[in-house]
């Protein structure tokens, strides 16, 4: 069974540019999830989607991130403009139901640089 | 709302010796507790879980985690560590109720010495 994918692996970017990650989750897993782990941290939810809808977004930055899963599988999550605090990896993980129980696997991130 | 505080930044241990790392947490209803592994430039991976029952949970790669609900704890463990196991590991912990989200902890890195 596949993992989880996403890309790029690698990103830098100026300040105020935007940028986009990508990810494909596990199949038939109908749970995404997007966190942002900085240095030295543990990962922080940014936001989680069941199949296309969105489910909690209470810690995702609107005025500047963005995420949607038009189909109910694969998803973008998207920043504009970044900052220098964007720095982070931004980690993909998919479950394969709602609720606490069951555990979700966590692709291998993409590391964005902001300079 | 639930947290979970992993004391030490490190932990150093002999291979072939006992390792344990810590975690406490906090939450309003049932906890359900997960450990969780990173390998550089690698994502997390799943070690175990605690939902309910028998307060020893085994897990992958020879790794245990021990629930205590009067202290607030949910401590890894291994009765002989490797050098493979040298790695960051996270505890997490999610509320029982509702949508409520995976909130982990710091991370503490485990050096395995041969």
């Known amino acids: 069974e596949a993992g989880v994918a996403q890309s790029p692996r690698y990103k830098i970017i100026e300040k105020r540019q935007s940028v986009a990650f990508w990810c494909n989750p596990i199949?038939?897993?109908?749970?995404l999830y997007w966190y942002q782990q900085i240095l030295g941290q543990g990962p922080k939810l940014l936001i989680q989607?069941?199949?296309?809808?969105?489910?909690?977004d209470s810690q995702l930055p609107k005025d500047r991130f963005s995420a949607e899963r038009l189909k109910g599988v694969d998803s973008t999550l998207k920043i504009q403009p970044a900052k220098l605090e964007d720095s982070a990896v931004y980690l993909c993980?998919?479950?394969?139901?709602?609720?606490?129980?069951?555990?979700?696997?966590f692709g291998p991130g993409t590391r964005l640089t902001v300079l | 709302a639930q947290s979970v505080a992993q004391p030490e930044d490190q932990v150093n241990v002999a291979e072939g010796n006992p390792l344990t790392v810590k975690c406490t947490y906090s939450v309003s209803g049932n906890p359900y507790l997960f450990w969780y592994v990173q390998y550089p430039n690698r994502g997390l991976q799943f070690l175990l879980k605690y939902i309910t029952g028998d307060n020893l949970v085994k897990g992958s790669y020879g790794f245990e985690a021990e629930f205590n609900k009067s202290q607030t704890s949910f401590h890894l463990k291994k009765p002989s560590a490797l050098v493979s196991d040298s790695a960051l590991y996270f505890c997490a912990v999610r509320d029982s109720g509702g949508f409520q989200k995976l909130v982990f902890g710091t991370g503490t890195r485990l050096l395995v010495s041969p």
């Open positions: 993980a998919s479950s394969s139901q709602r609720g606490p129980y069951n555990e979700q696997f």
């Open positions: 989607f069941q199949n296309n809808g969105v489910v909690d």
């Open positions: 199949s038939g897993h109908a749970t």
